[in-house]
């Protein structure tokens, strides 16, 4: 599949264990946040999204927590399986307009 | 739904050459965004279109790169000569205002080779 980035940053974990990938965003004024996961091969898929206006917002085993006072912005995924290895993006964005990406983490699964 | 469509999937050419890449948004949505992912880069918005009109081109690297959006269901993204460099994944993305959110779904892309 498609080559996403060989020096990224990787996060390995074992099957069944709790994942936090990290995210640094750059602008203040932000006022929105997405994470996504990009399997080999496939375009970004969304995971979850979060408002500046909160500072945590849970879905199905996974749950974002954004800290605007040093704009970082995580992702935690519970009881990680092998189907959720993958690069994990952060994007923010202002009003409407288009996403800026970050530059990605891999996650890897040991089962 | 199908998604968003791009199209060739892979396209492999030479540098000279004109490239076109397709796209097909989701039914409904009226913004749509070109991206570029490379290894040094990671993921690059180079343009972006409200209501089939652009927005936003300040990412298009160059006068080589252009993109129409004729009708609401339907953009290109070409490369006029292609160089080596211009070597990467394209994705189109695209999104609607009436989902009280701003996510933006992508297509599956298109690998570009420039030899």
């Known amino acids: 599949g498609e080559s996403v980035g060989l020096h990224l940053p990787t996060l390995s974990v074992q099957e069944g264990d709790n994942s936090i990938i990290n995210c640094a965003y750059s602008?203040?004024?932000?006022?929105?946040f997405i994470w996504y996961k990009q399997e080999s091969g496939k375009g970004p898929q969304f995971i979850i999204d979060i408002r500046s206006n909160m500072d945590k917002r849970q879905g199905q085993r996974v749950t974002v927590l954004l800290n605007k006072t040093v704009k970082h912005l995580s992702l935690q995924i519970a009881a990680t399986q092998p189907g959720d290895s993958a690069v994990y993006f952060c994007a923010e964005t202002m009003g409407r307009r288009a996403l800026t990406f970050g530059s990605g983490t891999r996650l890897q699964v040991q089962p | 739904d199908a998604g968003v469509i791009q199209s060739p999937r892979h396209e492999v050419t030479e540098m000279g050459q004109e490239v076109t890449l397709r796209c097909k948004p989701i039914?409904?949505?009226?913004?749509l965004f070109w991206y570029r992912q490379t290894m040094m880069r990671g993921l690059e918005l180079l343009i972006y279109f409200n209501n089939n009109v652009p927005i936003d081109d300040s990412g298009m690297p160059e006068d080589r790169f252009s993109a129409k959006m004729p009708n609401a269901s339907f953009s290109t993204l070409k490369i006029q000569p292609s160089e080596p460099r211009d070597s990467a994944v394209y994705f189109c993305?695209?999104?609607?205002?009436?989902?009280?959110?701003?996510?933006?779904?992508f297509g599956p892309g298109t690998r570009l080779t420039v030899t």
């Open positions: 039914s409904g949505h009226n913004s």
């Open positions: 993305a695209s999104s609607s205002p009436g989902q009280g959110s701003y996510e933006q779904y």
């Open positions: 602008n203040s004024a932000s006022d929105y």
